[in-house]
């Protein structure tokens, strides 16, 4: 992923490595295991925390409800 053009840093939708497209929720959120979800994905795919920006591939922390650990996906696309 490259940084946008604009300079911003909080895209609207996201393209994960998974396939998963994630948008971002609004509102209150409850957390998940301490953390709290800041997307929701195709196939019932939570984002947790913040997207990782600290280097040229971006990452996210996932929660998938099949299975009872989170895991890592790489960000492909993001659009602001």
């Known amino acids: 992923v490259f940084a946008a053009e604009s300079g911003r840093l909080d895209p609207w939708i996201i393209e994960l490595d998974t396939g998963a497209s994630c948008g971002p929720y609004t509102g209150a959120m409850s957390s998940l295991g301490g953390e709290t979800p800041t997307f929701g994905c ?39």
């Open 42 to 80: 195709t196939g019932g795919v939570n984002v947790l925390g913040p997207i990782d920006t600290t280097t040229p591939l971006w990452t996210v922390q996932l929660d998938d409800p099949n299975t009872t650990a989170s895991r890592q996906a790489q960000v492909l696309i993001a659009w602001n």
